[in-house]
């Protein structure tokens, strides 16, 4: 099959590259369903339903995906020239300069009017800021400065897991109470704080990974609840206490995001999560809503900065184990 005009090495973007995709298949003429079993001849695996999801997104597929999907098309002398194109995009697009595009603006009234009837609860920046704190942030912003100040104990952790798994603390069973770094075991690097989905398909704040060094405000702590069972809280220094919840309604479906502190309960499944050791290293968990049998992963299984953390179906690989560490208290 010849690619005629289709060239990945000149997208500039993630959703060019989509777009580029989708172009590919509709030269090929073939069905999602055609795609699939030419894959599977292939020895490829290339699920129709994942075929179709890529090209509805904006962002970028896995690598062996973007191989898979191309093979399937027909152009298989061309597979090289579209990793490298992923590649290069997904090594420049996702690094921000500074963690500011990710964090709400600070000089926007702070009540947040009611989603509807059926949404029917607080959301975390639903709590009026004090008035000298908004003034204060407004400040910080207009001089160019960010509205946290980064404590000495906040830098870089560790890159390797082993090189901070030697304590007392670490070896428990379930993790300490109290303010925490939680970060993906294969990207260590990269914490989970506050941030926006990159789909654009819902617009609220939500968990995703980011730089460490980036990852405050806010500050996030975990909340005995029970055995092994946590709230897990983001204090923000302008807009309050919140705990994570698992959004259950679309869009943003299966995303985490803060509820305001008032509205956190311990009988609520969604709020709760349970902290189960792999094991496999001091240090490591896998953390699932309680009474469910999901789990906290990546979407897309992703390493990218800003990938959105969410529940999915347990699978115990290694995108759903995270590292646990316990920061000093303020």
């Not at 904006?58 to 098309?73: D, G, I, M, N, Y």
């Not at 990269?190 to 060094?213: F, H, M, N, S, W």
């Not at 679309?250 to 305001?260: I, K, M, S, V």
Request: aromatic content about 6%.
């Amino acid at each position: 099959m010849t690619t005629g005009d289709i060239r990945p090495d000149e997208a500039a973007d993630p959703a060019e590259f989509v777009d580029l995709l989708r172009q590919l298949k509709d030269r090929s003429r073939l069905t999602y369903r055609q795609l699939e079993q030419r894959a599977a001849a292939a020895g490829d695996v290339l699920a129709r339903s994942t075929a179709a999801d890529i090209l509805r997104r904006s962002t970028l597929p896995r690598a062996e995906v973007v191989a898979a999907f191309v093979r399937a098309c027909g152009a298989q002398e061309q597979v090289e020239v579209w990793l490298r194109a992923r590649h290069r995009i997904a090594a420049g697009e996702f690094v921000p300069t500074s963690p500011a595009p990710d964090l709400p603006p600070v000089d926007t009234v702070t009540t947040v009017a009611p989603e509807g009837p059926s949404a029917g609860r607080p959301r975390w920046f639903a709590r009026p800021a004090p008035l000298a704190l908004l003034v204060v942030a407004a400040l910080l912003a207009a001089l160019g400065v960010g509205f946290w100040i980064q404590r000495p104990d906040d830098g870089t952790p560790p890159a390797d897991p082993a090189a901070s798994a030697g304590s007392d603390a670490r070896s428990s069973s379930t993790p300490s109470a109290g303010r925490s770094q939680i970060r993906p075991v294969r990207s260590p690097h990269l914490c989970l704080t506050e941030g926006r989905d990159r789909t654009g398909a819902y617009d609220k704040e939500i968990a995703v990974q980011r730089p460490c060094t980036q990852a405050t405000p806010p500050d996030t702590s975990l909340e005995p609840v029970a055995d092994g069972l946590y709230f897990i809280n983001w204090e923000h220094p302008v807009h309050g206490k919140g705990c994570l919840t698992v959004r259950e309604a679309d869009p943003g479906r299966n995303l985490l995001e803060p509820y305001d502190d008032e509205d956190c309960s311990a009988s609520r499944s969604k709020q709760v999560f349970r902290f189960e050791s792999t094991g496999a290293a001091p240090g490591t968990y896998r953390i699932r809503p309680d009474r469910s049998d999901l789990c906290v992963g990546l979407r897309d299984d992703a390493t990218d900065v800003s990938a959105e953390a969410l529940v999915e179906p347990c699978t115990g690989g290694p995108d759903q184990v995270f590292l646990v560490d316990a920061l000093p208290g303020t």
